[in-house]
């Protein structure tokens, strides 16, 4: 494959058919530079991994991996990531799930100018026609403890607002579904953290970033549509998807955070976790 400027990566798992929606669909938005396709293959089953086959061979601008075992999104988005590195493929990437849609070229220029001043950036999300806040700030303990609260038992929620103006919006995490950044400044921060699973990868992302003075930012006017949870909730049991969210989060507060959060966050992840674990059963 030729060198480009651009790559799209997808980690793909249990999801061959949208995954190959997903490539028609960036291809016939017509882009006037340079971009090519890297998809990761974390293992579901080998009729997958055919069906996935069938589907990458149609295109000239696509690179398959595959993974023998599915060890998780982190680890899936660094074996894409460290083959696009050392092969010298592109200089930025775009971290892609797989059920997700743009509105047309202009989003793709829009939001690459802003690599020349931020070294990660992003666009907010729109799910089921509503759009993302603007709230990119650290996640509070408070926050995390209040996801596991029923909503109709909540009382009510912080708002927050961004105190940011302009187009770019300093941020310290990005959202995990649509991000982008030159491979170098992955590089820079070892790529994800692999002890995670599934879920936090944006926010311990955005950590290390910081302890590598990496800069992350929104773009305001920017958009693009997310099937939230698509793929997970059809692969996973409820149950297992919990578990997996306070393991994560223990990997968070217990590596990435200090004093009583660290404490107070992981044991309280830890003792979530194991009621899922014992309700998977």
């Not at 997903?22 to 006037?32: A, E, M, S, Y």
């Not at 909540?154 to 959202?175: M, P, Y």
Request: hydrophobic residues 35%; proline residues 1%.
């Amino acid at each position: 494959m030729p060198t480009c400027n651009y790559v799209f990566l997808i980690v793909n798992y249990n999801s061959s058919y949208e995954t190959n929606q997903f490539i028609r669909h960036v291809n016939q938005l017509d882009l006037k530079f340079s971009y090519s396709f890297v998809v990761v293959d974390n293992y579901y089953s080998d009729s997958q991994l055919e069906a996935l086959k069938s589907y990458v061979c149609l295109y000239d601008n696509v690179d398959l991996l595959e993974s023998k075992t599915n060890s998780g999104y982190a680890c899936g988005n660094n074996i894409g990531l460290k083959y696009i590195f050392e092969k010298k493929i592109g200089d930025v990437v775009y971290v892609c799930n797989n059920d997700i849609e743009f509105k047309d070229p202009s989003f793709f220029y829009e939001l690459n100018n802003g690599l020349a001043t931020y070294d990660f950036v992003s666009a907010r999300m729109e799910i089921a026609s509503v759009t993302q806040n603007l709230d990119f700030r650290k996640k509070e303990l408070l926050d995390d403890i209040a996801s596991f609260i029923p909503k109709k038992l909540k009382v009510a929620q912080v708002s927050r607002k961004n105190a940011s103006a302009g187009k770019w919006i300093h941020a310290d995490w990005l959202n995990g579904s649509f991000f982008s950044g030159n491979i170098s400044s992955f590089a820079d921060i070892d790529y994800f953290d692999e002890r995670t699973f599934l879920y936090c990868e944006e926010r311990i992302l955005g950590a290390r970033a910081v302890s590598f003075n990496k800069s992350m930012a929104v773009h305001s006017e920017l958009t693009y549509k997310h099937t939230e949870g698509a793929i997970t909730t059809t692969s996973f049991n409820r149950f297992y998807l919990m578990e997996y969210l306070c393991d994560s989060r223990q990997v968070f507060y217990k590596y990435y955070t200090s004093g009583y959060k660290k404490i107070l966050g992981t044991l309280f992840h830890k003792f979530v976790g194991s009621i899922f674990r014992v309700l998977k059963i």
